[in-house]
């Protein structure tokens, strides 16, 4: 069978109007894939969704371990310092829940942090930049650029 040229064109039509609706579904599953936005402290998943499970004892394996008193190199005017919902057994999967900020200044902000997992996020709805981190007692990363 010979191609034509229209025969080619719709092709072409048809695979990016494909792709383009790929895109967006993966835009809209954005809890699903990659990172998800940030929520304020108040909320929860359901908001947003159907009820999600969450699990409060996981354990992510690449969380950067880090010390209480933490200097993050950013461009962004602001570090979001959030709390993670996991939403995978794992901790692989999770939700930031904004709980403080700290502003940057020349490049730079310092954190005190409390022991326990916390996610760094930057950028609007934290989206730039986002670092799942444990803080605790001795952690050796004392710097993080985001």
């Avoid at 719709?10 to 895109?23: C, T």
């Avoid at 981190?133 to 710097?143: D, L, R």
């Amino acid at each position: 069978m010979k191609h034509t040229p229209v025969s080619i064109s719709r092709r072409v039509a048809a695979f990016a109007v494909a792709g383009a609706l790929s895109g967006v579904a993966l835009m809209l599953s954005g809890c699903l894939m990659g990172s998800h936005e940030m929520i304020d402290f108040n909320e929860e998943c359901i908001s947003c969704h159907s009820e999600k499970e969450t699990y409060d004892d996981a354990q992510p394996a690449d969380a950067v371990e880090c010390a209480t008193t933490l200097e993050v190199s950013t461009s962004e005017d602001v570090v979001y310092v959030c709390e993670p919902v996991f939403i995978s057994e794992d901790g692989g999967k999770f939700v930031p829940r904004k709980s403080t900020q700290a502003r940057a200044t020349d490049g730079k902000a310092t954190l005190e942090l409390e022991e326990g997992f916390w996610v760094l996020c930057t950028g609007e709805l934290g989206k730039s930049a986002q670092k799942l981190i444990k803080v605790a007692e001795g952690g050796q990363t004392t710097t993080l650029s985001l």
